[in-house]
């Protein structure tokens, strides 16, 4: 099952390293319990076993003033290798009884506990637990007194009784129980690896998807758009590219587009500055009042197209975010002031009734003055362009915490299938008037969203058109 490359291999890794872990730590506290468990069971095997022969050999001690010393080394090996133990007889010093063949194995014959020692635990009548080495190991060993000494400061004469397991003590249960504990983490591991498998796949799956979009996805195939399926991070990742796609292809269609209105606006003046200047180097246009107009004719084509390579620098600098503002606080009475000095004798000429308005509750605003004379120029221009007879009215006033401006006209309207055309580069009405090339409203609408701003347009045909700013206080 291919895994996706580096990526998936390391995704895998991840996986099953964890899986790994998880069950290494568990392994490990359970080993750490089961060791103190294991030590508990095999002092209670032993002290079972040394009960059942301490409670024999007492009997044999008993019964008689004397006893065969060989009757009951045999008594002692039959019930010890019975058992599987080693026991060992040792004077009260712990040294094992001379001739006594089970502790043969022992270092220096001694198991290390002496009649003293138990003393000083306090209870002479019950198993002590210890250690004892065994040929170089150390096992788990039980001591009892037998027979305590019977001269005080004689302690060597006492007789105790050691208990420990022989070389091939078998775990019993508890061994089978750590087998199958084994086998089942082992078979968990095995379990657990084939699912780091799987999921690492289905991980990678919508990945690999992912990526052969994004290769395939150019100027040939912008069309292209990744499947939103998979885990929630991976379905993200995909809506996050077919978003940027769709603005990709928006801006694809946009730039296209903005060349080819570049181009259509260019032609008409370069056609007719060419035409002119062709009639007169061919000697076409030969009376000098004919020759004066043509220059005139070509030297306002030639402002024409200089001003809008302008507005086109202009409007691309202020998408960019090129355009850096110059804010400072907007004195509303002096910005109107300036706006009826510019349109007032424009707007009485035509016949169309101009009017100001800054309603008393219209907040004090930080913008760039500059900037937001250019935008009421555009939209007060538009205005008297598009209103022969009637008014224009800019007012402004305060709303949700902010400046509202509001540019509207008495005029022709604009259709509603054309108004969310309004603020396109380039796009004019039909009923279009006067030199522009249709960039105002586009910029216009950049300079306000540089100031986080927003504007809206809302017009009906034959009633007017409103064009509404708003920026916060």
Request: glycine share 10%.
């Amino acid at each position: 099952m291919p895994l996706g490359g580096g990526y998936g291999i390391r995704l895998f890794a991840g996986f099953a390293g964890l899986v790994l872990v998880m069950l290494v730590v568990p392994g490990v506290v359970l080993a750490s319990l089961f060791g103190g468990f294991r030590d508990d069971l095999d002092r209670s095997e032993l002290r079972t076993a040394g009960n059942a022969l301490s409670v024999e050999i007492a009997r044999i001690l008993r019964g008689a003033e004397t006893y065969d010393r060989d009757e009951l080394v045999t008594l002692i090996r039959e019930q010890a290798e019975h058992a599987g133990l080693i026991v060992i007889l040792t004077d009260g010093q712990g040294r094992v009884i001379e001739g006594f063949a089970p502790g043969d194995g022992l270092k220096d014959d001694n198991i290390g506990v002496s009649y003293a020692d138990i003393v000083k635990k306090g209870d002479v009548s019950d198993w002590n637990d210890s250690k004892v080495n065994v040929d170089g190991e150390w096992r788990p060993q039980l001591v009892r007194v037998l027979v305590p000494p019977d001269t005080v400061g004689r302690v060597d004469t006492g007789l105790l009784m050691a208990v420990t397991f022989g070389d091939h003590h078998d775990a019993g249960p508890f061994g089978q129980f750590v087998g199958r504990l084994l086998i089942a983490g082992l078979a968990g591991l095995a379990v657990a690896v084939l699912l780091a498998m799987i999921m690492s796949r289905q991980l990678m799956r919508p990945l690999e998807a992912l990526t052969g979009i994004v290769r395939r996805f150019g100027p040939e195939q912008y069309d292209m758009r990744a499947a939103e399926s998979g885990p929630t991070q991976v379905r993200e990742l995909a809506s996050a590219f077919n978003a940027m796609a769709d603005r990709v292809s928006d801006n694809e269609r946009s730039m296209r587009g903005f060349i080819a209105d570049v181009s259509h606006e260019l032609r008409t003046p370069l056609t007719s500055i060419r035409g002119f200047v062709e009639a007169m180097r061919d000697g076409t246009i030969t009376d000098p009042e004919r020759q004066a107009s043509s220059l005139d004719v070509v030297h306002e084509e030639t402002q024409r197209m200089l001003r809008m390579i302008e507005q086109l620098l202009d409007l691309s600098r202020l998408e960019a975010g090129e355009s850096r503002l110059q804010k400072s606080k907007i004195d509303l009475e002096e910005l109107f002031s300036y706006i009826e000095a510019m349109f007032v004798t424009r707007a009485n000429e035509q016949g169309t009734d101009f009017h100001l308005d800054i309603s008393a509750d219209a907040p004090a605003i930080e913008a760039d003055y500059d900037r937001l004379v250019q935008v009421l120029n555009n939209l007060v221009d538009n205005a008297l362009r598009h209103t022969s007879e009637g008014s224009v009215t800019v007012a402004a006033r305060s709303r949700d915490e902010g400046l509202e401006i509001i540019v509207a006209d008495t005029g022709e309207g604009i259709a509603p299938e054309n108004l969310t055309r309004l603020f396109d580069r380039f796009w004019q009405p039909e009923s279009r008037t006067g030199p522009g090339a249709g960039l105002g409203l586009a910029i216009s609408r950049e300079i306000v969203r540089a100031h986080n701003g927003q504007i809206t347009a809302d017009s009906k045909l034959g009633s007017g058109t409103t064009i509404t700013v708003w920026l916060s206080a």
